[in-house]
């Protein structure tokens, strides 16, 4: 009786479920990794003194599947208390204004003036002048810098791919 032998499939096999094993922490250090370019990218393009560069943080997806840059958030999620004279969420109360302004840019306020309101009272007022700080774009800026570091984490994890099957 004729037949046919396939040596080696259960090595093949034991190969295969180690690779998905550890695949998912080999992704997760090389999405860490890029998460670490990536902010020095944006620290990079913001520029000047650094106190905007401090506010930019690595954020990591629960899966360990993509990296972002993002403004931080000020204090804990449930933390709540006074800002000013405002009883506020803390959590909500985060550098997202102020960065998004350096981002796309914002006008410029000179002073305060007071109008007369319908019912004969002086309201303060917010003067705005006519001069526009021009953005820095840090985060469309650092794009093509995303995708070299995205290029390089595909190659990273077909590489190491490769050697988990060897």
Do not use: C
Request: charged content about 35%; overall charge positive; glycine content about 12%.
């Amino acid at each position: 009786m004729n037949g046919v032998e396939i040596k080696g499939l259960k090595e093949i096999g034991e190969q295969f479920d180690d690779a998905a094993e550890r695949f998912p922490e080999i992704r997760r250090a090389e999405i860490e990794r890029a998460g670490d370019d990536l902010l020095h990218a944006v620290r990079g393009y913001i520029g000047g003194t650094g106190k905007v560069q401090s506010w930019q943080e690595k954020y990591i997806g629960s899966k360990g599947g993509y990296a972002a840059v993002r403004p931080m958030i000020k204090g804990d999620v449930d933390e709540v208390g006074y800002y000013g004279r405002s009883f506020v969420n803390i959590a909500k109360y985060s550098y997202i204004g102020i960065t998004t302004a350096v981002d796309q840019g914002h006008k410029t306020r000179t002073g305060t003036t007071y109008k007369e309101a319908k019912n004969g009272k002086k309201v303060k007022r917010a003067t705005y002048a006519k001069k526009f700080v021009e953005g820095k774009h840090m985060y469309s800026k650092s794009q093509k810098d995303a995708e070299t570091i995205a290029k390089k984490v595909r190659d990273n994890l077909e590489r190491e791919g490769k050697n988990l099957l060897r």
